[in-house]
């Protein structure tokens, strides 16, 4: 066993004693400045609020059944559907009954398996009470008996791992659904409620109806509002100015993980990491809110208590906005299709099983690179499971898995340069802590790998892990002493030092500003001034 592998295993491990992960299904409880209750006269008044009802039909329409694509694109069958569908902007509720808000309570529908709809337009008034409504965020906090489905102006989440807010919650739970985050006196927010009765397994004999509806006003700060840390920014040259403004702060966003890994900001405006520790992916929102996007995300053998890391570690987007996984237990890189299948793009070199993919990165043209160390093993280097007697880099091109170089004792974080011309490297070894950048060919295979930095003499005992760039070339590489910031020439620029060791980053929310840091327990996120490389994937929400 070499000398650093305790030292090593105790980092990325993140201690002996398991710990609980935060997952926090709804929006951050605390008191709102303003209240407008939609049951009562006065507060459907103040938004100009006119309910509207309808039963809802179940009814039997013409379908097909799963082809070999595995959506419905097989023989012809029938099914169920429901009538009518009136969660869109435009659909005409006129002719609906009209309901008084204070009859919100009277119980409706037919009982047992049942089905309705509330809809309902708010205008925002510009104050409620004493509170100056601009800027301000608008919650509708809602419980139906029994469940509840809410499409704001004709739109409803479909994001894998979303649980509460517009989707149902729980048996008469409030769902929390934030409506806007910067609200404008005179905006109008359209809003149809779907009730269900309840449990569907074993329809009640009960009915449906409204137990609570409000408008929640916040000042800007309080939903979603991140904490301050001691965590600081170090500058070592005057360039970091324009990278990192002064007066940037580091601020935390969630905490209470195992080890967290592998960050990918998805277009569709949530973050993705990695507690290989605790075999998940989390999902985080810019409410607040984290929820489990993937349980069991590298691994479901037999032994999984033997396992330090059995879970996925690096995450990426391919350019088809498909998430990519490395996943340590399974020993290999996955594809999650919109299906909810699982492609396997990598598990083998040479005939081989590979050690455990750590961290990936696609190249413009769909090829994928990876860093395959032995970390989420066992026993990590002596452990009898490894079949490779390197730890290699690769690409996948065309189907096939490449080795790209054997040079590295624990390759592990990967990036390429903004134009593609190189490819960076580092290495997670205690007695080599060396950032390596290699010239990418026109075929994609890598040649004269050189020392772009040599963290060797750094005193902190760890090694390098993730690496990002931004879309000006400046090297950011999680590293003894915090987040380095190296400039396209290899100067070192400045450091972001967390509360926690950090693992790994990426630049994410809409401007690509914002740079998120997996620490060992706590995801952190400061602002930076130059968006950073981010898989180039399209904005659509995950579909089954």
Not at 509 to 525: H, N, Q
Request: aromatic share 8%; proline share 8%.
């Amino acid at each position: 066993m070499p000398r650093a592998l305790p030292a090593l295993l105790g980092l990325i491990v993140g201690g002996a004693a398991p710990v609980l992960a935060q997952v926090t299904t709804d929006l951050p409880a605390t008191l709102p400045a303003a209240v407008v209750d939609l049951r009562t006269e006065d507060g459907a008044a103040l938004v100009g609020a006119q309910w509207r009802y309808s039963d809802v039909k179940v009814i039997e329409v013409d379908h097909h059944a799963p082809g070999p694509d595995l959506r419905p694109s097989g023989p012809p069958n029938r099914t169920n559907d429901i009538s009518p569908h009136a969660e869109g902007v435009a659909f005409d509720d006129s002719a609906w009954e009209r309901i008084d808000p204070p009859a919100l309570e009277a119980r409706r529908s037919n009982g047992r398996l049942a089905f309705t709809w509330y809809r309902t337009k708010v205008t925002l008034p510009e104050r409620v009470a004493g509170f100056r409504v601009t800027g301000s965020t608008v919650v509708l906090e809602l419980v139906v008996d029994d469940y509840a489905e809410v499409w704001v102006d004709g739109k409803l989440p479909t994001v894998l791992g979303q649980t509460g807010g517009q989707l149902i919650k729980g048996f008469n739970a409030p769902n929390r659904v934030v409506l806007t985050r910067s609200a404008q006196p005179g905006q109008q927010i359209q809003l149809a409620i779907f009730g269900v009765n309840g449990p569907i397994s074993n329809p009640p004999g009960n009915f449906i109806w409204v137990r609570s509806a409000t408008l929640d006003f916040y000042r800007a700060e309080q939903i979603g509002a991140p904490q301050a840390t001691t965590g600081k920014v170090v500058r070592l040259d005057p360039a970091l100015d324009g990278i990192v403004a002064p007066g940037a702060r580091l601020e935390k966003l969630a905490g209470g993980f195992q080890f967290i890994e592998g960050p990918v900001w998805h277009p569709d405006g949530y973050l993705l990491f990695s507690d290989p520790n605790a075999n998940t992916i989390y999902r985080w929102s810019a409410e607040g809110a984290v929820s489990v996007f993937r349980t069991k995300s590298g691994y479901t053998g037999f032994d999984i208590g033997e396992y330090h890391q059995p879970g996925s570690n690096g995450l990426t987007l391919d350019p088809n906005g498909l998430l990519t996984i490395d996943e340590h237990g399974n020993r290999r890189v996955t594809r999650l299709e919109r299906t909810g299948q699982i492609t396997v793009l990598a598990d083998r070199y040479d005939g081989k099983r590979l050690n455990s993919p750590n961290d990936l990165v696609y190249r413009s043209d769909g090829t994928l690179y990876f860093t395959d160390p032995p970390f989420g093993l066992p026993k990590a280097f002596d452990d009898p499971r490894k079949e490779l007697p390197f730890s290699g880099v690769y690409m996948v091109k065309d189907g096939q898995v490449v080795l790209l170089t054997k040079e590295l004792t624990g390759p592990n974080g990967i990036a390429f340069s903004p134009d593609e011309k190189y490819l960076y490297v580092d290495d997670w070894d205690l007695k080599h802590r060396v950032l390596m950048r290699y010239e990418v060919n026109p075929d994609g295979t890598i040649a004269n790998g050189k020392v772009f930095y040599d963290f060797t003499r750094e005193t902190e005992p760890v090694a390098l892990d993730g690496i990002k760039v931004d879309q000006a070339g400046n090297v950011f590489v999680s590293a003894p002493g915090g987040v380095w910031i190296l400039s396209p020439g290899g100067k070192a620029l400045g450091r972001i030092v967390p509360p926690e060791h950090d693992a790994n980053l990426a630049f994410g929310e809409a401007d690509g500003k914002s740079l998120f840091l997996t620490a060992s327990t706590g995801l952190y996120r400061i602002r930076v001034n130059i968006p950073g490389v981010r898989p180039s994937a399209p904005i659509q929400a995950a579909s089954r």
